[in-house]
């Protein structure tokens, strides 16, 4: 952005002036380039320490970490591991994206192409605003008025869709399952998803939607060839941060969920357990030992994060430079 | 004869009539979105089923068949895709707008009824949890020390990054800032608040405390700064630089005299979102803080609340008076939170840099 003149015109000056660069602007430079710096040091020490600590706890598992079906800590020997929180991690997440990139798409569309004028602005507004409720907020209206809202739903799809193994409900009870919390996690994540690709759909180049009207294209027609095209690697970024959020969303579900440290396919059984909920709830009755393990758990959660969000800056950043070439 | 070979064509037109096909009428979308919710209350009370979710989901599939197939019939199949996907896009919209009307409507009916100044002015000093009564003052009390001391480390923090990214920023180091607060916008805020935990908790020894919260927000909140900072700083014009180094003024009282002064409405609305984001993260101060029923002003020593702690703990006791507390903590919550937003979008409309031309 910034013009590389100044620094030349310093330096010719630098002859009738003593001094080439001020001490204000070297403090100041130093100042700001320390801050990024200290940003880059927090990273790694989350990092560092975050390891230090998990190996700590590894160490002393007698257990295959990632592979045991079981969180003792307090025992003798300590007995622990992640395989049921990556399996319940996986599978809200799985989800949650299923349900919500689809009606994120809808009313990014919406907002962008279908609303009337008037309605879009304040609903583009207010999707903003939404992105912003805290997520216990989200827990506890899940807790209290989906879950009972849900059981209907619950039995029909046990009884109509049972055969399907993943969806028969083995045991009477709420509806504080993983299907619930796939539901929650999907309400949560869907203004952020439908933030960045509502910006994306509205930077779809003007010039192709106009030539698809004018050959008579319909409204759909227009939309799936000028503007999804153009919006795929924004929808697939997006997705990518909401799934960042879903990952490792703590609150909402050890709010909703019931927990259990039994591997089920059974969707609608209450049980299982995802990495953000298992610290969540295990915290305040964890010793010292107890929390390395917990760290542990935490530092898987953190590198899955950084790679899928990894991994959706990389996709932005491929876009941002040919997105420049269609004006 | 060539007369009529003439005349074929103006034959064949007429019946067609006006250029465009048949159309259905304007109100027809209207018309079978009544007719397929009136539809799907019916088939769901006659059927019985429990659950309005499902009544809707009915509704929903019944819309976008009717209008697909009464469009199919009407006006072709290239039309009926068109109808489709719109009725769809409705759909989504309709569904979306549902649970967080739900959200919204479910939180202020039932936070209004504990709500009220008493609420606000008094903790949960010897309140039993089946007593009524009771209040939320602790809580607003922490928060607000929390997130003013984690404010006072990530925003200057933030912004000297984003000053640096914008005004100075060359090269490699430039490049691996801009990915890593990138990437730091998405860790989880346990991920923050464990960091937090295995630092100064477990290796300096320190008990829980206002302050060590205060440290995982910060961290959480310091990219968001810096991105939306790069953002307005990207916007003001390099012709306002230009001016003001051709003038001998040197860069760095540039930016604090030009620059940031330029885009300063655009900074606040920035750390104001990121404070609203931070306000409402449980998991750090569960951790870290650890919550308690009294009134502890000093965030530097024991444990204190915070609102959306506040609100779990409530919840977790499970009796009817503590449940209805939650509610009315949430309120007081996402009150904070939306006013805050309100109030940082207001301020970005109020002040929006001036882009050149």
């Given at each position: ?267 609608l059984d209450p049980g299982g357990g995802t990495f953000a909920q298992n610290i969540a ?47 | ?232 700083l990207k916007l003001v014009p390099n012709e306002l630089r230009e001016a003001s180094l ?112």
């Amino acid at each position: 952005m910034v013009t590389t003149t100044p620094p030349a015109t310093d330096q010719n000056r630098s002859r009738r002036a003593s001094s080439a660069v001020r001490p204000g602007d070297r403090i100041f430079s130093g100042l700001s380039k320390g801050s990024g710096i200290t940003l880059l040091v927090i990273m790694a020490a989350i990092a560092v320490f975050l390891t230090y600590r998990a190996v700590l706890a590894i160490s002393d598992d007698s257990a295959n970490f990632f592979t045991t079906f079981e969180w003792n800590p307090a025992g003798d020997p300590p007995v622990f591991g992640i395989a049921v929180l990556a399996f319940g991690t996986i599978v809200s997440s799985v989800i949650a994206m299923a349900i919500a990139v689809p009606v994120a798409i809808g009313i990014a569309l919406f907002i962008s192409h279908y609303a009337p004028r008037k309605l879009a602005k304040p609903l583009a507004y207010v999707v903003d605003l939404l992105a912003a409720v805290p997520s216990i907020i989200y827990g506890l209206w899940g807790a209290i008025f989906l879950v009972p809202y849900l059981d209907g739903l619950n039995q029909w799809l046990d009884q109509y869709l049972g055969w399907t193994y993943i969806f028969d409900k083995s045991a009477d009870g709420v509806a504080r399952n993983m299907f619930t919390v796939g539901i929650l996690l999907a309400i949560m994540i869907l203004p952020i998803i439908t933030n960045v690709t509502r910006e994306v759909f509205l930077q779809a180049p003007k010039m192709h939607e106009e030539a698809a009207l004018a050959l008579g294209a319909t409204r759909w027609e227009v939309i799936r060839m000028a503007v999804l095209p153009f919006g795929r690697s924004g929808i697939i970024s997006a997705s990518m941060l909401g799934l960042g959020r879903a990952l490792g969303e703590t609150m909402a579900v050890a709010v909703v969920l019931s927990p259990s440290f039994a591997l089920s396919l059974h969707l609608l059984d209450p049980g299982g357990g995802t990495f953000a909920q298992n610290i969540a709830a295990k915290f305040n009755e964890a010793d010292a030992y107890g929390r390395d393990a917990l760290i542990a758990s935490g530092l898987v959660l953190f590198v899955i994060t950084l790679l899928v969000n990894g991994a959706a800056r990389m996709i932005i950043a491929r876009r941002k430079e040919y997105s420049g070439a269609n004006a | 004869m060539s007369h009529a070979v003439q005349e074929r064509p103006v034959a064949l037109s007429k019946p067609r009539g006006p250029l465009s096909h048949a159309r259905l009428p304007r109100w027809t979308p209207a018309a079978v979105a009544a007719g397929s919710i009136a539809a799907g209350i019916g088939i769901g009370l006659a059927a019985g089923w429990h659950s309005r979710t499902q009544w809707g989901m009915l509704a929903a599939l019944l819309f976008v068949l009717v209008s697909y197939a009464l469009t199919s019939k009407v006006e072709g199949a290239r039309q009926a895709k068109d109808r489709v996907a719109t009725s769809l896009v409705w759909v989504c919209f309709v569904l979306a707008v549902v649970p967080l009307l739900s959200l919204a409507w479910v939180t202020i009916s039932k936070g209004i009824a504990v709500l009220d100044v008493y609420f606000l002015t008094h903790s949960m000093n010897g309140v039993l949890d089946a007593e009524a009564g009771g209040g939320v003052y602790h809580a607003l009390l922490g928060t607000i020390e929390q997130v003013g001391i984690a404010t006072l480390i990530a925003a200057p923090i933030g912004l000297l990054t984003a000053v640096y990214l914008v005004e100075y920023g060359k090269g490699r180091l430039a490049k691996a800032v801009t990915f890593f607060v990138d990437v730091m916008t998405g860790i989880p805020s346990i991920v923050a608040g464990l960091f937090v935990l295995s630092t100064w908790t477990l290796m300096l020894d320190f008990g829980p405390s206002g302050f060590a919260g205060a440290m995982a927000l910060a961290i959480l909140m310091m990219p968001v700064v810096v991105r939306s900072t790069e953002e307005m700083l990207k916007l003001v014009p390099n012709e306002l630089r230009e001016a003001s180094l051709a003038l001998g003024i040197p860069k760095w009282r540039t930016i604090l005299k030009v620059v940031l002064p330029t885009a300063i409405g655009g900074i606040t609305t920035g750390v104001m979102l990121a404070v609203a984001r931070i306000t409402g993260e449980t998991a750090p101060v569960l951790l870290l803080v650890f919550g308690t029923k009294l009134i502890n002003p000093n965030p530097f020593e024991g444990a204190q609340s915070s609102l959306p702690l506040y609100v779990y703990e409530q919840y977790q006791v499970g009796t009817d008076q503590s449940v209805a507390r939650a509610w009315a903590a949430a309120l007081v919550l996402i009150a904070f939170v939306m006013i805050l937003n309100m109030v940082a979008r207001g301020i970005a409309r109020w002040k929006a840099p001036k882009t050149g031309r």
